[in-house]
């Protein structure tokens, strides 16, 4: 069975400081990797996508992915309390209907 | 900013009646999806449809289950008998192409009495 697997939280961190968010993932074929944001009642909201090794920054997210260890991380710079939410990771393996696998999600709690 | 719409919001229904869930895709995307998540889980992957046939299915998307691109636009999910545990979020997405981001509506929440 394929899994995500994400720490629940949740995390909270001082307003200004970095908050790191982490993920693991069981399935080897996995080609992309997708960090979402999820405010209570609402839909996943695409922060960030990576598919190779290494570091992508965005502004005050950087998404950081290493295959051989399976583990995908997201960092965000300068907390703001509005960051305060639930961060969704997702794989994909292509060609498998492209499907996403989520992981049960991490709560954020950035505290002004 | 295209984005994926859902209609309606929110469905209430009596368990063993027919609904029909709504979306329609950002317009040049090709990949279609259906996922959902009952309240304090995880999003869960139902179905994939690409080239007007499904593509992949989740163990969830049983016979009670269909899905349909009636027209050029819209994308719907049909749920033929819904039961108590259909309950749940149910979020359209699309994407341009197989590997890349699926953007999501904003989801229908479907309540089964």
């Known amino acids: 069975q394929k899994e995500v697997e994400q720490n629940s939280g949740p995390l909270s961190v001082p307003e200004g400081a970095i908050a790191s968010l982490n993920c693991t993932y069981s399935?080897?074929?996995?080609?992309?990797f997708f960090w979402y944001r999820q405010y209570s009642g609402k839909s996943p909201e695409l922060i960030m996508f990576i598919y190779s090794n290494g570091d992508k920054e965005d502004g005050r997210f950087t998404a950081q992915l290493n295959k051989a260890s399976q583990y995908v991380s997201l960092l965000i710079r300068d907390s703001q309390p509005s960051d305060s939410a639930t961060y969704l990771c997702?794989?994909?393996?292509?060609?498998?209907?492209?499907?996403?696998?989520f992981g049960g999600g991490t709560r954020l709690m950035v505290k002004p | 900013e295209p984005e994926v719409t859902q209609t309606p919001s929110h469905q209430v229904t009596q368990m063993g009646q027919e609904v029909i869930l709504r979306c329609v895709p950002i317009s040049n995307h090709l990949y279609f999806y259906w996922y959902r998540q009952i309240l304090g889980q995880k999003v869960e992957f139902l179905v994939s449809?690409?080239?007007?046939?499904?593509?992949?299915k989740s163990e969830i998307f049983d016979d009670q289950f269909s899905v349909e691109r009636p027209d050029g636009s819209n994308f719907t999910l049909k749920i033929r008998s819904t039961k108590l545990e259909d309950s749940a979020m149910y979020f359209c997405?699309?994407?341009?192409?197989?590997?890349?981001?699926?953007?999501f509506g904003p989801g229908t929440r479907l309540t089964v009495l």
């Open positions: 997702a794989v994909n393996r292509v060609g498998a209907g492209n499907m996403l696998t």
């Open positions: 449809f690409y080239n007007n046939e499904i593509s992949e």
């Open positions: 997405a699309s994407s341009s192409g197989g590997g890349d981001t699926q953007y």
């Open positions: 399935d080897r074929g996995s080609q992309s």
